[in-house]
């Protein structure tokens, strides 16, 4: 998880951007209040976009490829299977409508959490293949999910009506989709986004950590990048937190930070009560 950077930037994302990364890669068992409602992604976007942050990066910039050839092959509804890995804590299930952008083809997307391992990925794919479905290559293996897209001709047929009949044990998160909950779930954290930024003052740290207290846990490594406070994968060290809130005066000047350990410790101590050390 290492090679895995955040995505957002506070000062440089929109708000809707970065509570976009909050609602599709919160730590919670609910996972209708994950579902993401995207932006619409043109195809030109596909050369404008950069396609090197992870070692999945060449096959999902494939895939993308791939879901305008089916779309321009008549397939308006695509469902894209991404399996979780030593990258990505989770997987996901996208679902990508075909519309128009500014006269050129576009694809309106969706994306869901998908919580099963790489073998019920793959016993999902033969499923949506067997029911109908078309790939642009063939599907072999599982890392084959991440550059191959399975593409259905809707035929007047409701988008999530489709979905439910496909894959029915989302039943629950198609009838979320379907009352405006993902919408609803959005606008309140973009509320949340909108007041972190004011405790923060420009601090990505010191915004995670306000989100986190108000109940927003982010996945160490998603789709939409890992946590500032989970760079490493083993997590932003203590000391660097230390300073991110004594920089905003949110830490007690009765406390101490250890040149040891990092440990924090009462100054009246004199020592750090886990090594024995003191501070610079």
Known sequence: MSEFKPYYK?????????ARVFQEERKLPDLKLRIVHAQIYDRDRISRDNWEFNKHAESEKIATINVFELM????????WLSPKSEIYEEGRLNIMLKTEVEGQMGFDPWGIPLLINEKETMDLARRLLDRGGVSMDGVEEVDDLRKEPIGFKLEGEDWQEKC????????????FVKTGGVEENMEKIV???????????????????????R????NVAGGHGGSWLSQTGRGVGLVEIFD???????????LS????????????KGKCPKCGKGTK
């Open 10 to 18: 506070i000062e440089e994302n929109e708000e809707e951007v970065v």
């Open 72 to 79: 321009s092959d008549g397939y308006d509804l695509v469902v």
């Open 164 to 175: 439910r009949d496909l894959m029915p044990e989302f039943e629950e998160l198609w009838d």
């Open 191 to 213: 509320g949340q986004v909108r007041e972190a930024k004011k405790v923060a003052r420009g601090n990505n740290v010191v915004f995670e950590m306000e989100m986190l207290r």
């Open 215 to 218: 109940g927003y846990e982010l």
């Open 244 to 254: 991110s809130l004594k920089m905003l005066g949110k830490i007690d000047e009765r």
């Open 257 to 268: 930070k250890c040149e040891g350990c990092g440990c924090f410790y009462m100054k009246k």
